[in-house]
């Protein structure tokens, strides 16, 4: 689902600038514009125009830069069949949290399970459409947090992204949607908005395809465990704090001094003196 997602987000350029040149007022609206251009340059430069009159307004989006995956630093498992027995860790408040993250990370989709696991990073974004670039593709000025392990994806302010939304939108309009990042892209096109109308450029934006997420609910969490007490392959992402290992989680080291009695106490660089670490860790979830 996600790849068709992206297919639809890559390839179907080809299919929106057949389009667009076949059919369609835009290819006519935008078409005057380079005109206009030319007739500002001087006569030599526009006849050369004339003859080359053939104006491109095709869209072209290219992977131009592919996402940083989710990478977890380390692994443990969730024993669901021991959730609140005595003597073990796995509570029925901690299921919960880490259905709520689990939740967060997954996608609504066809598949068996109803949902895949996200293969780039999901943000609210919200945004206020710049130009249509068809097949329910938008170029945005958008405006994310930053996201991921150590803010892998940055945040966004009033910064121009490629969006693919779900249903079809009009220029001017304004929204939020759950985005998952895909990359960075490089879009060729002519540019409709000021001041660059009728400037055809290649812009490399990150680039975001609208998706709901898993409920989190009670029934939700239900539906999960009974996936997981059937075989099926689940597991979250969490950042998690634990103890520093460099400083055994005191927040300094000790250093021997030379006929002094007490040792030196040296801050920890690690943990900056906290003793705990924040790491992403990847709980599988097992019957
Ligand atoms: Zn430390």
Redesign the pocket.
């Given at each position: 689902m996600i790849k068709r997602l992206l297919l639809v987000l890559l390839v179907s350029s080809a299919l929106a600038s057949a389009q667009s040149t076949a059919i369609g007022k835009k290819a006519t609206a935008n078409a005057t514009k380079p005109t206009e251009v030319a007739a500002n340059a001087p006569a030599a430069k526009s006849a050369v125009k004339a003859t080359e009159e053939e104006v491109d307004n095709s869209v072209v989006i290219t992977p131009f830069r592919s996402l940083t995956p989710p990478e977890a630093k380390t692994s443990r498992t969730f024993q669901l069949s021991k959730v609140n027995k005595l003597g073990f860790t796995e509570t029925s408040k901690e299921l919960q949290r880490l259905y709520s993250a689990f939740a967060t990370q997954r996608i609504i989709d066809g598949s068996p399970t109803g949902s895949s696991k996200a293969t780039g990073y999901l943000a609210t974004v919200n945004y206020s459409l710049v130009q249509d670039l068809g097949d329910n593709r938008f170029l945005a000025k958008a405006a994310w947090p930053a996201t991921g392990p150590n803010e892998v994806l940055a945040a966004g302010t009033d910064t121009m992204a490629v969006l693919l939304l779900n249903k079809p939108a009009t220029v001017g309009e304004t929204g939020k949607i759950t985005g998952m990042h895909v990359g960075t892209v490089a879009l060729l096109f002519t540019a409709s908005y000021a001041p660059l109308t009728g400037k055809r450029f290649t812009l490399r934006r990150e680039a975001f395809v609208e998706c709901a997420t898993l409920e989190d609910s009670p029934s939700g969490l239900q539906k999960f465990i009974e996936a997981v007490n059937t075989g099926a392959e689940m597991s979250a992402t969490t950042n998690e704090q634990i103890p520093?290992?460099?400083?055994?989680?005191?927040?300094?080291?000790r250093e021997a001094q030379k006929g002094q009695l007490l040792d030196k106490r040296v801050p920890?660089?690690?943990?900056v003196?906290?003793?705990k670490?924040m790491i992403s860790v990847e709980t599988k979830f097992v019957p």
């Amino acid at each position: 689902m996600i790849k068709r997602l992206l297919l639809v987000l890559l390839v179907s350029s080809a299919l929106a600038s057949a389009q667009s040149t076949a059919i369609g007022k835009k290819a006519t609206a935008n078409a005057t514009k380079p005109t206009e251009v030319a007739a500002n340059a001087p006569a030599a430069k526009s006849a050369v125009k004339a003859t080359e009159e053939e104006v491109d307004n095709s869209v072209v989006i290219t992977p131009f830069r592919s996402l940083t995956p989710p990478e977890a630093k380390t692994s443990r498992t969730f024993q669901l069949s021991k959730v609140n027995k005595l003597g073990f860790t796995e509570t029925s408040k901690e299921l919960q949290r880490l259905y709520s993250a689990f939740a967060t990370q997954r996608i609504i989709d066809g598949s068996p399970t109803g949902s895949s696991k996200a293969t780039g990073y999901l943000a609210t974004v919200n945004y206020s459409l710049v130009q249509d670039l068809g097949d329910n593709r938008f170029l945005a000025k958008a405006a994310w947090p930053a996201t991921g392990p150590n803010e892998v994806l940055a945040a966004g302010t009033d910064t121009m992204a490629v969006l693919l939304l779900n249903k079809p939108a009009t220029v001017g309009e304004t929204g939020k949607i759950t985005g998952m990042h895909v990359g960075t892209v490089a879009l060729l096109f002519t540019a409709s908005y000021a001041p660059l109308t009728g400037k055809r450029f290649t812009l490399r934006r990150e680039a975001f395809v609208e998706c709901a997420t898993l409920e989190d609910s009670p029934s939700g969490l239900q539906k999960f465990i009974e996936a997981v007490n059937t075989g099926a392959e689940m597991s979250a992402t969490t950042n998690e704090q634990i103890p520093c290992k460099k400083c055994g989680g005191v927040g300094f080291t000790r250093e021997a001094q030379k006929g002094q009695l007490l040792d030196k106490r040296v801050p920890c660089a690690d943990c900056v003196s906290s003793g705990k670490i924040m790491i992403s860790v990847e709980t599988k979830f097992v019957p």
